[in-house]
């Protein structure tokens, strides 16, 4: 086999290995919705034994929110066309189509958003979001906060 052929392919398979890795860590990060104050913030701990949130605002400014104060909302580890991760409670436009992004019995779905008519609200159209995601054809356009 050519040198240059077998370094060409543990480069492929190299980066996808890096692809995958930042994927998973994508996946475990966490926004929190402070429902007094009524922001997102990036949420970088989270301290199970005394229920506190440690956050920071889109200004840079840390915070410290107990649990009852926020909804901790997660990072499907997917990114939409832009590139933007999508959390739990974004909403996307796939197809003309406004969903939900809900995460419900470990695993994310997508559900007509309320403003879709009542007739549709709350459907689900698809088993797990990552069965019918494609990052060119989905764009977060809001969230349900």
């Not at 003309?96 to 709350?122: Q, T």
Request: hydrophobic share 35%; aromatic share 12%.
């Amino acid at each position: 086999m050519n040198i240059n052929k077998e370094c060409e392919i543990k480069s492929i398979k190299m980066t996808g290995n890096i692809h995958e890795e930042q994927k998973i860590k994508d996946r475990f990060k966490f926004r929190a919705w402070n429902k007094h104050h009524k922001e997102m913030y990036d949420v970088y701990h989270i301290d199970l034994n005394f229920g506190l949130i440690f956050c920071e605002s889109a200004e840079g400014i840390t915070h410290t929110f107990g649990f009852i104060d926020c909804d901790l909302l997660q990072c499907t580890g997917l990114k939409d066309r832009n590139g933007i991760l999508i959390f739990e409670g974004d909403i996307v436009d796939l197809h003309g189509d406004k969903l939900a992004v809900m995460f419900w019995y470990n695993r994310f779905l997508m559900v007509h958003e309320p403003s879709c008519g009542a007739e549709r609200e709350g459907e689900c159209i698809t088993d797990e979001f990552q069965s019918s995601y494609s990052q060119n054809n989905v764009e977060i356009i809001g969230n349900i906060h």
